[in-house]
């Protein structure tokens, strides 16, 4: 992962500023989520709104938008910038080559790296980077606030997310594996289509289309069998995390119901606790595909640690 790092030095500024500005985020949600607590607090006693919190909420309301306005646009920026650098890392590689070099090169080896490793590496780094940032900082931030609000429910609630990170990590390895015979079956397609056009004046000459034609069916249903299988695996697994992550909610639901009941906690505690509950257990839901896609786009990026140079003081026109 030494390029990846490469990249995110060279783009440190936004990248800090994007991991900010999730962060800011977070801390909004926490003080809206208090703010709300203490109305329904009020409310469910019979006692009146002041015109002062109203106006606190509204406020709270709009820099609520401001921050997740400013919070997309930078996120959606950087990893943007992100994938032009590795595509022009891409080009400033084989403008470095000699000649010599240049002539050695398998073009559809270097297509086929265009079409799968660039073109993944981008698609991860505009869907999944900043995403896996912004749950991972959810899981921590919300997690820890909720252990000062109230230990012993966090701690009861939130016992079944070691059987569901045990149930993430195998799963998760599942889908990498599955994911990783897909892409190398696409590659392959890929490369027997390169062929299929570099020979093609020689397939006329002795008439081998239909020989080859059916060679390159067989690849086109091998990738297709192998993202068919990869795509169910993915559905049933996640299915199961789905499945598990709504055993913390149940247990808030009947724990902290009790301690309602017995006013141990108020109302508005509760609410607190069910509302965050998705940044837990949903961050639990979705971690598989989450490890899963940055375990690929780390073999992605291992691929292509020889073929990418990155060198801000260079510009390519």
């Not at 030095?9 to 801390?27: D, E, H, K, P, Y």
């Not at 931030?141 to 609630?157: D, G, H, M, P, S």
């Not at 045990?166 to 490369?191: H, L, P």
């Not at 795509?231 to 909610?249: C, V, W, Y």
């Amino acid at each position: 992962m030494s390029l990846f790092a490469k990249m995110l030095r060279a783009q440190f500024c936004l990248v800090a500023a994007a991991i900010l500005s999730n962060g800011a985020l977070i801390g909004v949600t926490l003080w809206w989520n208090v703010l709300l607590s203490g109305i329904i607090d009020i409310v469910s006693v019979g006692n009146r709104l002041s015109a002062n919190l109203i106006a606190s909420a509204i406020f709270i309301m709009v820099i609520m938008f401001a921050v997740n306005f400013i919070k997309t646009y930078i996120s959606g920026f950087t990893c943007e910038t992100l994938s032009h650098d590795i595509r022009m890392g891409y080009a400033r590689y084989f403008s470095y080559l000699p000649v010599s070099e240049m002539e050695k090169l398998n073009t559809g080896e270097q297509l086929s790296k265009l079409q799968n490793e660039i073109a993944d590496v981008s698609m991860y780094l505009n869907s999944n980077l900043f995403q896996l940032f912004n749950d991972s900082m959810n899981f921590i931030i919300t997690f820890a606030w909720l252990l000062i609000i109230n230990a012993k429910l966090t701690i009861t609630v939130n016992l079944p997310v070691i059987l569901i990170m045990i149930y993430v990590f195998y799963s998760s390895k599942i889908i990498e594996d599955a994911t990783e015979r897909s892409q190398q079956a696409k590659g392959q397609m890929n490369k027997y289509a390169e062929m299929l056009l570099t020979l093609f004046p020689i397939i006329r000459l002795y008439d081998a289309s239909r020989m080859m034609i059916e060679k390159y069916g067989k690849e086109v249903n091998d990738w297709e069998k192998q993202t068919v299988r990869a795509e169910r695996l993915r559905a049933r697994l996640m299915s199961l995390s789905g499945f598990l992550s709504n055993i913390p909610l149940l247990l808030l639901f009947f724990v902290g119901g009790g301690m309602v009941i017995n006013n141990i906690l108020t109302i508005g505690t509760l609410y607190i606790f069910m509302n965050l509950s998705g940044n837990i257990s949903g961050v639990m839901m979705n971690t598989p595909n989450s490890i899963a896609a940055f375990r690929q786009f780390a073999v992605n990026m291992k691929r292509l640690s020889h073929k990418i140079i990155i060198d801000k003081g260079i510009q390519l026109i």
